[in-house]
């Protein structure tokens, strides 16, 4: 897949830094976005080129995802070069950014069970439950019209409850007790690394925050969608995850010659 002209210079300069940040989200880029959450599988060869990647001297790769970790890492299949961050940059291997109190607890409880009744009387919409939170999909809904009238609901109800943080993405409202950012994430990767230049790869409206960090003369942020009228903090623009796993492929290529 060719990829454009102004991609390949920044990955060609990207490439030839001693060190470097490969970072990028999962659903709509490594694994393109499907009706059921539960079947996003990656994009065949999408994994490989990021293991491999992940191999060479001076490379870390890393996922940084909407996703809990146990459920990013069983859809992925990354092997353990890959670094896995969870819950919207909140979750890393050691655990989270800050324990939940008591207090915490009690109102993920009450997300969870306010997003569910609100799903409940908008046949074909889904609650995800997540460690720091619950998020509404509503991409399935049967009648097109009623999903945002769900999200609108969340919004003015669970949405507004004191100690909860919205975060919107494509026909889907997540909210958590935490607040959490994929650009604080990216900034944490950068910080522990040391590397040169971080590459980030996002999709959805929660990946404008990644994309917001990266202001080095070298950094690279590609914006996975391929509607030019959709606005975008992103240096650059590719289609699709094919176009997503074509960027990891060139990288690699350079990388290696």
């Known amino acids: 897949m060719s990829l454009p002209g102004s991609v390949r210079d920044a990955l060609g300069r990207f490439a030839a830094l001693p060190t470097v940040l490969v970072a990028t989200d999962y659903d709509g880029v490594v694994a393109p976005i499907v009706a059921d959450p539960a079947a996003a599988f990656p994009l065949p060869g999408t994994v490989a080129a990021l293991e491999a990647l992940a191999g060479l001297p001076g490379v870390t790769v890393a996922v940084v995802s909407g996703r809990d970790r146990a459920t990013l890492g069983r859809l992925s299949g990354a092997g353990e070069g890959v670094v896995t961050v969870g819950s919207h940059g ?45 998020a509404l999909h509503v991409r399935n809904v049967v009648d097109p019209a009623a999903g945002p009238v769900a999200l609108e609901e969340a919004r003015r109800g669970p949405a507004a409850l004191s100690g909860v943080h919205a975060t919107e993405g494509k026909a889907v409202l997540e909210l958590t007790v935490l607040d959490a950012s994929k650009g604080r994430a990216l900034q944490t990767l950068r910080k522990r690394t040391g590397v040169a230049a971080v590459l980030y790869l996002g999709d959805d409206v929660t990946d404008e925050k990644a994309f917001a960090v990266l202001t080095g003369a070298d950094d690279v942020s590609v914006k996975v969608d391929p509607d030019p009228a959709v606005a975008t903090g992103a240096r650059f623009r590719v289609d699709g995850p094919a176009d997503a796993r074509a960027v990891f492929e060139e990288l690699l290529a350079l990388r290696r010659g």
């Open 90 to 134: 909140a979750e890393w291997a050691e655990g989270f950014e800050a324990a939940l109190s008591a207090e915490l607890v009690e109102l993920r409880s009450t997300v969870l069970a306010d997003l569910t009744a609100i799903a409940e009387r908008f046949p074909g919409a889904a609650v995800e439950p997540k460690p720091l939170g619950a």
